[in-house]
Structure formats: structure tokens, C-alpha cells
């Protein structure tokens, strides 16, 4: 009978199928560690992001709040001081009233040229145009902010306030038969930039029927522009600020005083906002994507 020989693999084949079967082992392992490093890192990324828009929204607050402080402290301060002209307070109300306007005033000089603490030397915002800017901190300078509980840097923000005048029709009363009083309404825009790490979100607080955040800074302003005053047709006109001028109480003999009211700070028995208190109310947020 015929003999028949028995195959078996050789000891190389066997150890290329060992191989070959650790090489696809490893290639899946590294392929789901990279996933689940991605997924870390996503969701890092994602943490990172939600922190600094926490911390751009407490600097817009933060904005905000430095901007309502200046308006019912450092303003009334500053106009109230006996050095203030009175013609200053009243060439500024009716700027635009002149005709032609004058192009050397604008109304937002109320809050540029006097809401500023009295500790200052000199005035820090700054103006271009008919809108009034005031800056806390810088993207070079940026402002930390630390945390109360463990006293570390969580963020950092910087943030821009905006001015304008809302165009809503300045009151200008003054003469020898009535008391002197001025009235100019305005809106705000205040834009806040947060960072953590690499993460970076810009949000923006407004008045609530103010221009939409990207029409405070447009590339190319528009040369009529008139306010929200005109965008509402006339039913919203701003907060306003009131300045009245008294012959009596808290000046020196023979000089006069002015009182300054800001939104809330208005005299007793002047009339009460309809619909609450434009400048203290909740302001509409916005997120500010590209910025």
C-alpha cells in the first residue's frame, strides 16, 4: 500500500499568523484609545468653552453694573460741582436741536465728559462719534477673575460699554420764568470677551429694544443713523437722564446746585416709568460668534 505523508504547517507560518494577528490587536486598541482620547478632549474642550462663557457673561454684568453706578453716583457728582458751566450742560442737550446741528457736540458728552469718578483726574471714556466708549481692560490687559472659595485665576475677561444717544427728542427747558431742566434719552451695548485656556466667548447686554449688538458696530456706519427711537417708531426712547438746576441746598453761598437723575434717581413727583425702569431692567443677552 501506498504511504501516505501527513502536512503540518512549519513553525514560520505559524509565527507570521501570530503576528499578523497582534498587529490587528494593536491597530484596534490604538484605534479606540484615540477615540476615547478624542472624546476626552472634546469634552474638555466643550468644559473649557462653557467656563468662558460664564466668565464673559459675569464681565458683561460686571460692565453693566460699573456703567449704573457711574450714571446715579459718579454723574450727579461730577455735574453737580460748583466748576460745572451751565452753558456746557446746555450746549450739549441741544446739539441737536441747532440748525444745522453743531458738529462739535454730540449728546453723549453728558455721560462722557461727567460719568466718571470724581478720584479721576480726568475723564477715561472715550468717544467716537455720537457714541461714548468705556473700556475695562484690554485683550493685551485682561482682567482675572478669581474664585471666592479657593482664591484661583478660573478665567479672564475684558469687556467695552457703548453709549448712544437713543434718538428720542432732547428736552431742553431753561429761562428765567421756569426751572432749568435737561432730558436725553440712551441706549447701551456692553461686550464682554472670556477666556479659559484657549477658549474664547464674546457675549453682549443691550438695552431691550436698543439696536441689535452687530448694528453698534458696523464696518461702515450708516450716515443717518437716529436710534432705536426711530427703529420703534417713537414708542421706546431710551433711559433717560435728567438734569435739573436749583438755586438752593448743597452749594456754596451764591452758587447754584444741580441734581442729576438717572433712570431711577428721578425727583419725587416727577411721573414714573410706564413699563419699569429702562436702565435697570434685565437687558437682552446675545452671544457674539466670530467676535
Not at 6 to 27: C, E, H, Q
Not at 136 to 145: D, E, K, R
Not at 212 to 231: F, K, M
Amino acid at each position: 500500500m501506498p504511504t501516505r505523508r501527513r502536512w503540518s504547517a512549519s513553525p514560520g507560518v505559524a509565527l507570521v499568523s501570530v503576528l499578523l494577528a497582534m498587529v490587528i490587536v494593536t491597530i484596534v486598541v490604538a484605534a479606540v484609545v484615540i477615540a476615547a482620547m478624542g472624546e476626552t478632549a472634546l469634552a474638555f474642550d466643550q468644559w473649557r468653552g462653557q467656563q468662558a462663557m460664564a466668565v464673559a457673561e459675569a464681565g458683561a454684568y460686571r460692565a453693566l453694573a460699573e456703567l449704573r453706578r457711574r450714571l446715579s453716583v459718579d454723574l450727579d457728582a461730577q455735574v453737580g460741582q460748583p466748576t460745572t458751566a451751565a452753558t456746557d450742560v446746555r450746549h450739549i442737550c441741544r446739539s441737536k436741536e441747532a440748525a444745522p446741528p453743531d458738529p462739535t457736540r454730540e449728546i453723549v458728552e453728558i455721560i462722557t465728559n461727567y460719568a466718571y469718578p470724581v478720584t479721576l483726574a480726568a475723564s477715561d471714556w472715550t468717544r467716537s462719534g455720537g457714541t461714548g466708549i468705556l473700556r475695562l481692560g484690554t485683550t493685551v490687559s485682561p482682567i482675572q477673575m478669581v474664585g471666592a472659595e479657593r482664591g484661583a485665576a478660573v478665567g479672564e475677561f475684558h469687556a467695552t460699554v457703548y453709549i448712544r444717544w437713543s434718538g428720542a427728542p432732547a428736552t431742553c427747558v431753561y429761562g428765567a420764568a421756569q426751572p432749568e431742566q435737561e432730558t436725553m434719552g440712551f441706549d447701551y451695548a456692553v461686550v464682554a470677551a472670556g477666556s479659559l485656556g484657549t477658549a474664547v466667548r464674546t457675549v453682549c447686554l443691550r438695552s431691550p429694544f436698543a439696536d441689535t449688538c452687530a448694528d453698534w458696530l458696523p464696518s461702515a456706519p450708516p450716515a443717518g443713523w437716529a436710534g432705536s427711537h426711530v427703529l420703534t417708531a417713537g414708542v421706546y426712547q431710551g433711559w433717560p437722564v435728567v438734569i435739573t438746576l436749583s438755586p438752593t441746598g448743597g452749594a456754596p453761598p451764591g452758587l447754584p446746585r444741580r441734581d442729576v437723575y438717572a433712570a431711577v434717581r428721578w425727583p419725587t413727583l416727577a411721573p414714573a416709568f410706564q413699563n419699569g425702569d429702562p436702565l435697570y431692567e434685565r437687558p437682552h443677552w446675545e452671544e457674539l460668534v466670530g467676535q
